[in-house]
């Protein structure tokens, strides 16, 4: 024996991290939300974020989750925003209540385009974009603001400099870090960040990890948020659509490949869309060296 495994060396310095859970939209998924947070709480991640559906479909869902999450557990919150189908009055509302509740981190983003509309279009009394919200949540409180960023290009993209330029004006706004879109090749966020550092911006961007529970739906997701699928990933999940098991090792397998890739460039953090499905992201996280450690959550909703 030489040692450990290569591996293995990221044990002793463990990586930050942090899980994005989506609102419940029936009694049964607000169960198995509060497992998926039971089950990744021991992992003392850095923050968990609630995602805000469009229009405000789940603002108060959202709200309350966030702020049981503050007032119930040793967990760090963080809700979503959104410019989507609201006033700025309406927004400034959410916000002011978020602060009452003791949140102070916020992660805005300007939301996607609501009722099939191919492209996002301001509500006529309100934010215009993620700039001007993340500058009208300064006004509101000092807020720790974690905005978006894309490694392969947003579908409404002007190209790679108004990116960059857009970039810099939301940290100019106020925001702190950047997360980003899911992807699955890390040349995109290699190269992603060779561009953003050259552009002079040295905020800290944290990958986001999207683990496969369902190829389908990832399809979709990808469709949607103009993230590519590679080949060789495909091939991969080919023919595991009734077979869940294998499925899932496949997808640990998968996705811890891509972390310990990004952790061996030099990432310190990452960001998990759960999905609130736990099991898979607390596997990912054990490999990486991300260990439970006993916290509080609550045994009930």
Known sequence: MTGLPEHDKFGSHRPMVSFEFFPPKTEKMAKELWVAVRRLAPL??????????????????????????RKETSLQPAAHLT??????EEVNSVVRNYYEAGIR?????????????????????GYKGAVELVSGLKKIANFEISVGAYPEPHPD???????????????????????TQFFFDNDFFFRFIDNVRGAGINAPIVPGIL???????????STMCGASIPQWFKYRFDGLDDDPGTRQLVAAHTAADQCFELLESGVTELH??????????????HMLGVRAVQTSVPVST
């Open 44 to 69: 003392k991640p850095r923050f968990v974020s609630v995602t805000y559906g469009a229009g405000g479909t789940t603002r108060d869902r959202t709200h309350s989750i966030v702020s049981q999450l």
């Open 83 to 88: 410019c989507v189908d609201s006033s700025i």
């Open 105 to 125: 981190h916020i992660v805005a983003l300007r939301g996607d385009p609501i009722n099939r509309e191919s492209q996002f279009v301001p509500h006529p009394a």
């Open 157 to 179: 993209s002007r190209g790679t400099r108004s990116d960059l330029d857009y970039l810099k004006r939301k940290l100019d706004a106020g925001a702190t870090r950047f997360i």
């Open 211 to 221: 683990p496969v529970t369902n190829f389908q739906q990832v399809a979709r997701f």
């Open 272 to 285: 998990f869309y759960t999905l609130n499905r736990a099991d898979l992201v607390f596997a990912i996280c």
